[in-house]
């Protein structure tokens, strides 16, 4: 979709701001909003593809008026709504409903290191594909502008590339954040030269890189 | 989306710690997490990740040129040689900069960073500012973290669309030939290893 998310090339958000010395987190509830959204996946109601759309969904006004974990914990509530976990009324009264059973939460504590430290979440998936490209193949990345989740920036939309390098075969994060199903395809990455994205008055030698699914290109 | 606009106005952090608060203890209550689970959650990231582990890989890669030609070529596997592995690390690549070469890494869809290797990211990496800007002004937002890179390098950005994470591997810089590896990760900043520093040689005064 064509959100504020979108942000790469935009101009009037103003400087860099390094903090010195910054915490981890800026607030406790920071940490457990973080947490929340950790612990909650575990029931694999959803993915990763489909929480970053649950944010994305937030309006734009709101998006860019709202910090980071303001946004994780607003998705966080519709994914948790949508998927049933919870009834937006729980939500509005802090309790569950009334005869609600008690579950038994997925993840451990013990659980918690393989989840982190260890095994993480699989994106590559072992199957046949037939990578449409090799490297050095000039492509397009395609004009298009879905209202739903999509890895492909406007900026780089319909811009020529060169591929180089084939990084295997990936989830494709359009299906899968619908629960459309994961449509394995090989994933790229794909130079742009700066002025092509940008125009003249860009460095000749500079360049922009992005990994780009086979669904987003054309041979070019 | 009525929840949002119902109480997404002027949230204030009081709020917004009373909000997480009322969510935590219905999750809890509905037993879908589990309290120490979230616990153990932010120990770890308070604690057990953060850019000393990225830090420990470069020096590793300034001091064996074995495990740099491992790393260049299948980072995954050779960051995993150091113990780094997990969420937002399964599929590394490793950047290399060079003299003629500068690197820069940039999520300007979210906020994807290398989490295995240096952690949660901070502020200015999630924030729109640096978001708009890397990749249609690398050169000037560097100057803004007060590097000033010559017309011939060729700066490459990288923007983190898929689940390949980046680190950048900095110069080694001058005058650090008799450190030793842990005198070495000292140096390494966290913004180097995204390609917003360089990393600076070591003050006078330091002795291998």
């Given at each position: 979709m064509n959100g504020v998310h979108d942000m790469g090339g935009m101009h009037g958000f103003g400087p860099i701001e390094p903090e010195r010395d910054e915490p981890v987190f800026h607030a406790r509830w920071e940490g457990r909003a973080l947490a929340l959204q950790l612990a909650a996946g575990a029931w694999r109601k959803w993915n990763i593809d489909a929480s970053r759309h649950s944010r994305e969904l937030i309006p734009g006004p709101e998006y860019l008026r709202m910090t980071y974990y303001e946004k994780w914990i607003a998705g966080l509530i519709e994914l948790l709504v949508q998927t049933g976990l919870v009834t937006r009324t729980e939500v509005e009264k802090g309790r569950p409903a009334p005869g609600t059973t008690k579950a038994v939460p997925p993840l451990t504590t013990a659980q918690v290191p393989d989840l982190l430290l260890s095994r993480g979440v699989q994106y590559t998936r072992d199957v046949q594909a037939t990578p449409r490209y090799k490297a050095g193949d000039r492509v397009r990345a395609r004009n298009i502008h879905p209202t739903g989740h999509t890895r492909l920036p406007r900026y780089a939309r319909g811009h020529a590339g060169v591929i180089r390098h084939d990084h295997g075969v990936f989830v494709f994060p359009d299906t899968n954040a619908h629960f459309l199903g994961e449509q394995p395809q090989h994933l790229y990455s794909v130079r742009f030269e700066a002025r092509e994205l940008w125009?003249?008055?860009?460095?000749?030698q500079d360049a922009v890189h992005l990994d780009l699914w086979d669904s987003y290109l054309d041979p070019a | 989306m009525k929840d949002l606009h119902h109480?997404?106005?002027?949230?204030l952090p009081s709020d917004m710690a009373l909000r997480v608060k009322a969510l935590e203890s219905l999750l809890v209550e509905k037993g879908l997490v589990d309290p120490a689970a979230l616990d153990a959650i932010v120990d770890t990231y308070e604690h057990k990740v953060g850019p000393r582990n990225g830090a420990r890989v470069v020096a590793k890669a300034w001091s064996d040129p074995g495990y740099k030609a491992r790393l260049l070529k299948d980072g995954t596997a050779a960051i995993a040689e150091l113990g780094y592995t997990g969420r937002q690390g399964e599929h590394m690549v490793v950047l290399e900069n060079t003299p003629r070469v500068h690197n820069l890494v940039v999520c300007t869809l979210c906020s994807c960073y290398p989490i295995s290797v240096l952690g949660l990211p901070p502020v200015w990496y999630k924030s729109a500012p640096y978001r708009s800007r890397a990749v249609i002004d690398p050169r000037g937002v560097l100057r803004e973290f007060g590097l000033e890179l010559p017309q011939g390098v060729e700066v490459r950005v990288w923007d983190s669309t898929s689940e390949i994470r980046y680190l950048v591997l900095p110069e080694r810089p001058p005058g650090t030939d008799s450190l030793s590896e842990e005198q070495l990760a000292e140096l390494v900043t966290r913004d180097a290893m995204i390609g917003a520093a360089k990393v600076a040689p070591p003050a006078k005064g330091v002795r291998p």
């Open positions: 125009g003249e008055t860009a460095p000749a | 109480h997404g106005h002027q949230e």
